[in-house]
Structure formats: C-alpha cells, structure tokens
C-alpha cells in the first residue's frame, strides 16, 4: 500500500531534485502504484528513529539526532512544493497520515470519489509535524483542518473536493487517470520559465501580505519578463501557431 519507508522518504527528495534540474521535464504527476496512493508512515520508522536516540547517551544529542530525523521527513514532504516543476497529485484507495501531508505540498489534486483520507497522527499520539498543518489551513480553512486533524477521522475523496483538498473527483480510475495526464499535457506546453515563476509567485503569495506579495511578483517580472519565451508567445499569436519552448 505504498507506506512511506525511510528508502521512500530519501527517494522522494532525490526524484523531484532530478525532476527540477532535468530540462526535458515539464511537469510531474505523483500517484501511487496499484490500488492506494498510500497508507502513510511506515511504522517501522518510529522504531528505527527511538533506535537512532536511543544510541546516544547524552540527553542533547538524543533530542537533536530526534529533531534532524523530523527536518529530513519535512525536507521530503516539501520536495514537490520545492521542485521548479509543477506537480499534479492523483489520489485514489488509502490516503492516510503522511500521504495527506504528501499531497498538501502537490500544486493541484485529484481525487477518486471513492478514496479513503484521514489526518491519521492524533491516533498514534503525535502532533503532526512533517507538512500538513502548516499546509492544510491554507487550503481548507482553519476550522476544517483543525477538524481534521484533532479527531483524524476518514473522510472520502468526494468529500475532499468538497472540502477543496482536491479539485475534482472522479468515478474511476481511469477518468482519473486520464483527466490528471491530460492537464499535465497541456501544461508541459507552456513556458517552462514561466511556469517556474508562477509556482514562486504562488507558493509566496500564500505566505505573505498582499503588498509584499506585489512587490515580490513585481521584483520577478522586472527580472524575467522580457525572454525568449515572451517572443515565442507573441509570435505564436500573431502567427495564430502554437509557440514552441525549449526546456529549462
């Protein structure tokens, strides 16, 4: 069921890493092999990270190889909102704990209708602390999320759309499948140096005032506005053809 294991964790930095500095990707599409997308942490992880501890004797150093345990899951989690490259999430069967994290760092989520999802940390005891609760509020509203994750409830994939954690439901697989691959298709036909600009511009604006989310779009244009890619847009247009633009 996919469950997020330490090898998982390390490879999902090192994939949407090589996503970002390969010229010939566009945009990248995170789905879970076979029927769930994941059933979230793999249990085995707390006993390895008490191990880990439990190997230094000084109080300090225990707690601090504790805290760079929780900032390499948190790296990983963030590694699709760090990638340059947008990432579309196509959620179906088990979304749980760390998956939801998971998919709160994507750009765009879809869901199947039928998918189970839960905020699963409270039931283990821990404060989740690895994406979703800095994520969450900010795409389900406060009130939802604190919902969400103080009872960690299952809640179903039309439910999500609902909730706007994802913004479309489907009814199978394959229209799920074929509708998330199709807005990847006509998105890897835009300017890559645009896309790129207008992940930064988002991801900031969501984390800061209206004025300083200006000035910083603001900042970008007067650095990137006048490219390659604007003239292959303008000439496209007025040729009535569609632009081509090379990678990175």
């Known amino acids: 069921m996919n469950s997020l294991n330490v090898p998982m964790w390390a490879e999902l930095i090192d994939a949407f890493d090589a996503a970002s500095r390969d ?20 249990l085995a992880v707390f006993a390895e990270m008490r191990k880990i501890a439990d190997e230094e004797a000084c109080e300090g150093r225990k707690r601090e190889k504790v805290y760079n345990s929780i900032d390499f899951f948190q790296r990983s989690v963030t590694a699709p909102e760090a ?4 990432v579309l999430c196509s959620m179906q069967g088990a979304v749980i704990g760390g998956a939801v994290d998971l998919a709160t760092a994507c750009d765009i989520r879809y869901v199947h209708n039928k998918a189970q999802l839960s905020v699963k940390e409270i039931d283990l005891a821990i404060v989740a602390d690895v994406g979703t609760m800095q994520r969450l509020p900010h795409i389900v509203g ?10 960690g409830r299952t809640f179903s994939g039309a439910q999500a759309v609902e909730y ?10 394959d ?26 511009v988002a991801v900031y604006t969501r984390d800061h005032n209206t004025d ?22 303008m000439a496209g247009m007025m040729a009535k053809k569609e632009p081509v633009y090379r990678g990175n």
């Open 212 to 233: 300083d989310a200006l000035l910083h779009v603001a900042q970008h244009n007067s650095a990137m506005l006048f490219s390659e890619d604007l003239d292959a847009a």
């Open 164 to 173: 706007g954690l994802a913004l479309e439901g489907f009814d199978s697989s």
């Open 83 to 86: 990638c340059t490259k947008p």
């Open 23 to 42: 010229s010939d990707v566009r945009v990248c599409v995170l789905k879970g092999e076979g029927k769930h997308f994941s059933a979230g942490m793999d």
């Open 142 to 151: 406060d009130q939802r999320a604190r919902e969400l994750t103080y009872t």
């Open 175 to 200: 229209d799920l499948d074929s509708h998330v691959m199709s807005v990847a298709s006509e998105i890897a036909t835009k300017s890559p140096l645009t896309i790129r600009g207008i992940k930064k």
